[in-house]
Every structure is written in C-alpha cells, then in structure tokens.
C-alpha cells in the first residue's frame, strides 16, 4: 500500500487532469473569441481608410466640379442645354450647352467663393451671329454703337474713245471719304432651351466727302461736295434655334435665320445729281441713304468647338436679297425708270478663336469675308457691276463689370479694298 503522500499527490493529480479536461473547452472558446477580435479590428480599420479615401475622392470631385463650373463661366458656358451623361448641369442658363465633362480631369486651385457673382459672360463678341443663346423665359437688351470710317478713289472716263488710249472727253479723278454711326438697341428673348428670338432697331448717321478734280478741263482746283444723312436703319429679326446636345469633344451646332427690313431710307429715295452744266452727270447724293432699299433673308450656321481652355468657333451663311420692280431713282432732273433690280446672293463665312484671360476677362480673334454678287437689272448686268470681296480681320475683348454686366469692344480691319478700312463697335448686354 501506498504512502499517504503518495495518494494525495495522485488524488491532487487527477484532479487537476478533471479541471483541465473540464476547461480545456472554454479555453479553446477564448481563443476562438480572442483570433475574431483581431480580425474585426482588421476590418474596422480597413473600412476607416476606405471611408478616408472615399472622403478624398469627394473632396477632389467638388474640387473638379469647381473647377469646371468656373472654367465654363469664363468660357461663357453656363447652361446644359441637351442633357447627356457626359454633361455637368450649371446653375445658371446662358449658353447652348456645358462643354466639360466630369471624367478625365485633375482639381486646379481651390474651389471659387460662393459669395463671389458667379454670373455668366460670354465670349467677347466679334461676329454680328453671338453664339450664345439666351435662357429660356429671360431678356437680353444689348445697346451698343459702332462706327466705320472707309476712303476709296475713283477714277470715272466721262468720254469715248477713237483708238485705245486716246480718250475724247473728260477725266473725273474722286476720292471718298465716308464716316458712319450706327447706335442699335438689340432685345433678345430665350423661348426655350434651345430656341432664341432676336428684333434689332438700328438708327444711322452717315457723313461723305467727295474731293474730285476734273483733268483736261482746264481747271487745276479740287471740287468738295459734302453730303450726310441720318435716320432709322434696317429693322432686323432673328431666330437661332441648337440642333444638336453637344457635349465633351462634340460640336454644337445652331441655325439662324435673319430677316432685314426695308424701313430705312433706301439709295432710290434720295436725291442723286446727275445733271451738271454741260450735261455731265455726278451721281453724287445730296443726301445719303440709311438703309439698303431690299428685304433680305440670311439662313446661316455657328459651330462651336470646345478646346480647353480656348473655344473655336465659325459660321457659314447666304444673304439673299428680294428683287424689286419698277423702281425710279430721284434725281434732280426728276425720276428716272430704273426697272427691276435684284441684287447680287452674298455668300459668308467667318471663323475665330475665343480664349479667357482670367475670371473677368476674355479675348476674340476671328476672320469675316463675304463675296457679294453682281447686280441685275431688268433680267441683264447692270453696266459696271461686278462680284465684291469684302474681308474683315476682327479683335474682340470681353470685360465683366462689379455690377455683373458685361463690356464688349472689338476691332475691325478691312484687308480688301472695297471693305471699310477701320469698325469700332461697342456692346452692352444687360439681362434681365
């Protein structure tokens, strides 16, 4: 028989095996519980960094989407006109349609000041076509003035001839200078998204100088007439319409459609001397015409091309102007029966580039020709009539006030000798 240590060290002994036995599950438990702690911890974190990245990834698109909206109102971009889902909606209505896209740009500078007139502006104008519609349900009245200075020399052969190069009669030697001021009010109103109405009522000033010198007539001192006239222009009505929704690298795409009045003055109206002593004739007017004497519709095209950060734009158009029947000129020797006349198609084109300087500012360059038709009477040439190329190189820049309207000033340079050397001509939209 055992000692009576020995068996307590065995009953102690297997007691303790019991105890383990009976705890080795709860063990195995806290262990479980202990390595699902971990992991949830491991997961928690992962979720935090997500949650952070996904907060940075916000912060960068309000940041892009900032960008964007302030890159598109110094462009003069500001409405979504067609609805894609490429296209970014703007808070305010001024433009055809958005030209960025969410996608595919990095943030640059911070977000603008909300406080700050984020008003739209449009790119400096240049061409008498804007390619900026007016929101719908909102007026547009845009005074502005222009002025135009053109010099030109003519030589007219008063005479006939017996053989080439010998002249029988009178040499005219004139030379033209020619002032005109054009103060127009413009109203423009945005039926639709897409859809924009135009009436424009121009009242002009025209002044001329004729300096002439009469060779072989003995005479070797200039003669000076002096002739102006002033009244309401040609009263004007537009319609632009978009086709297309445009966005990211596509164009957009707006028609017209202009119709010209006959309500100024017209070139048979005025009074032409065309008697002299001796029985030569001027055609000089006592008093100068203030409109083209036909009505006139003008179809035309603007496209627009969005090229971060600049803005390329240009049109196609064609002036076609309604013949008249039976007309007599107003002579001082009394009417003369023209008959029927029909002027020449005028077939134009012109193109551009606009860029923003900054937030307030914008810049325009562009070209602008158009090629005029001969002109016919009663069914035949008139006698002297040939095709005219008038080319306009145009500078335009664009300056937003504090007040939020814009100032608009452009430039015009004739390169061809039959266009006006010098147009000045500043503009003043207010939108209400």
Known sequence: MKNKPTRIALALGQGFAGIMLLALPGLGA???????G???LRMKQQITE???EIDALKANLARQEAALSE???SLGFEEVRGRGPDTVPAAEANVPATMAQRGGQ?????APDPSRDTRSREIAPIFETPGVLTAPGKWVLEPSLQYAYSSSNRIALVGYTVIPAILIGLIDVREVKRNTFTAAL??????TNRFELEAKLPWVYRSDTSISREI???TAVDSVFDADGSGIGDVELTGRYQLNDGGGDSPYYIASLRFKTRTGKDPFEVKTNYTLPGGRGTGLQSELPTGSGFYTLTPGLTVLIPSDPAVFFGGISYQHSFKRSNVKANTDGGDILVGDVAPGGVIGFNFGMGLALNDRSSFSIGYDHQSVGKVKINGSTAPGSVRVQLGTLLLGYSHRLNSGNTVNLSLGVGVTN???DLQLTLRMPITL
Not at 106 to 110: E, F, K, N, R, S
Not at 186 to 191: E, H, M, N, P, S
């Open 30 to 36: 806290a262990a479980d519980t202990e390595a699902g």
């Open 38 to 40: 971990a992991d949830m």
């Open 50 to 52: 997500q949650n952070a």
């Open 71 to 73: 890159l598109r109102r």
């Open 106 to 110: 990095q943030p640059v500078g911070q």
């Open 186 to 191: 413009t109203v423009r109103r945005g039926i």
């Open 216 to 218: 072989a007539s003995g």
């Open 418 to 420: 039959d266009t006006p």
